[in-house]
């Protein structure tokens, strides 16, 4: 308000019209960010443009259940690999007894 009326007093339109763009952009802008930080207050709530707890929820479920299905097939082949190597190494079914 002040520098308005020193810019009436001194007919300076240039600094009337900038204090005027001043007060009405402060707060649009002030106002745009509180908007803002209230979408992003709860990310995982129920808004239009909240993620979607339940579908990532779903992913992850999937994503380790095929971590648990693809370690266990290798175990598995690891343990049959092994099984082979050591009958490789003494095809006797009793040489396992004899050697310890």
Avoid: H
């Avoid at 992913?59 to 690999?81: H, I, L, N, P, Y």
């Amino acid at each position: 308000g002040v520098w308005i009326a020193l810019g009436v007093a001194e007919s300076s339109s240039l600094k009337v019209g900038v204090q005027v763009i001043y007060v009405l952009v402060v707060p649009l802008l002030y106002n745009a960010l509180l908007c803002v930080s209230y979408i992003l207050e709860d990310p995982f709530g129920e808004d239009l443009l909240d993620f979607p707890m339940a579908a990532y929820t779903d992913g992850v479920k999937r994503f380790m259940s095929s971590v648990e299905v693809g370690t266990a097939q290798v175990r598995d082949e690891m343990m049959e690999m092994a099984s082979q190597e050591s009958l490789l190494r003494d095809p006797s079914p009793g040489s396992a007894l004899r050697s310890s």
